[in-house]
């Protein structure tokens, strides 16, 4: 059973709007929680992560967003651009330093210019 | 290019077949991981390398042997596979086992299938 979920497989946004995505885990044991972006032919890129002793993690254009009691987080990508275009994977571990991922599989977004 | 080179990038094989896919990394990382991904199903943990030592193996079965001959060379030997086995591989590096998911880095993957 999947313990990560993306329940959108994908997302169309137009660009300078904000961009969403969700993802939902199942085990209470996760902890650290991060977020990967893949274009086509390429393998994923680390994106941003975010710890569980936080709620939110900012970088550039792009916040995470976790609800621990919901068991929830969100990435979201404002302004979105053209470029933004992509599968992003949302992974989770039971530690901060653990190897052991657990996927999601993954929402295509398209950024329409 | 994120410094992780996987060959083939496309590879058809019979059950009968043997084949094997390599991965080389060119960041003087010390971990180095397979992933599989079928078809509408997540990025799977197979294998992790640790300095040359395989510390994770994710129950996968014995037709999938893995090789490490030195920190910046990965294989996937395969030997007897069944359609179900058609995926795609990835491999990654990262600095060590204890980096962690942010430091990984992956390759682009071989799209393997099983004929």
């Given amino acids: ?113 | 290019e994120t410094g992780v080179t996987q060959t083939p990038r496309h590879l058809v094989m019979g059950m009968t077949n043997k084949k094997s896919l390599k991965c080389e990394q060119h960041l003087g990382h010390n971990a180095m991981y397979w992933y599989k991904q079928s078809a509408k199903k997540p990025l799977e943990l197979m294998f992790v390398y640790n300095f040359k030592e395989q510390t994770e193996n994710n129950s996968v079965p014995s037709r999938f042997s893995p090789e490490c001959p030195n920190s910046s060379h990965l294989f996937l030997h395969l030997h007897t596979l069944q359609p179900e086995d058609s995926a795609l591989y990835l491999c990654a590096s990262s600095q060590d086992s204890a980096s962690g998911g942010a430091g990984q880095y992956f390759g682009a993957g071989t799209r393997l299938s099983v004929l």
């Fill in chain 1, 1 to 113: 059973d999947q313990q990560v979920k993306q329940n959108s497989p994908s997302l169309s946004v137009q660009e300078g709007r904000i961009s969403i995505l969700n993802c939902d885990y199942t085990n209470s044991m996760f902890d650290y929680f991060l977020w990967y972006k893949k274009y086509p032919a390429e393998g994923p890129t680390f994106l941003i992560s975010i710890s569980s002793i936080k709620d939110k993690n900012e970088d550039g254009r792009f916040t995470v967003f976790l609800n621990k009691s919901a068991k929830h987080l969100s990435l979201h990508i404002v302004p979105s651009q053209p470029g933004d275009s992509a599968v992003y994977f949302c992974a989770a571990s039971a530690k901060t330093g653990a190897n052991n991922l657990f996927f999601g599989t993954g929402t295509r977004l398209t950024v329409i210019p």
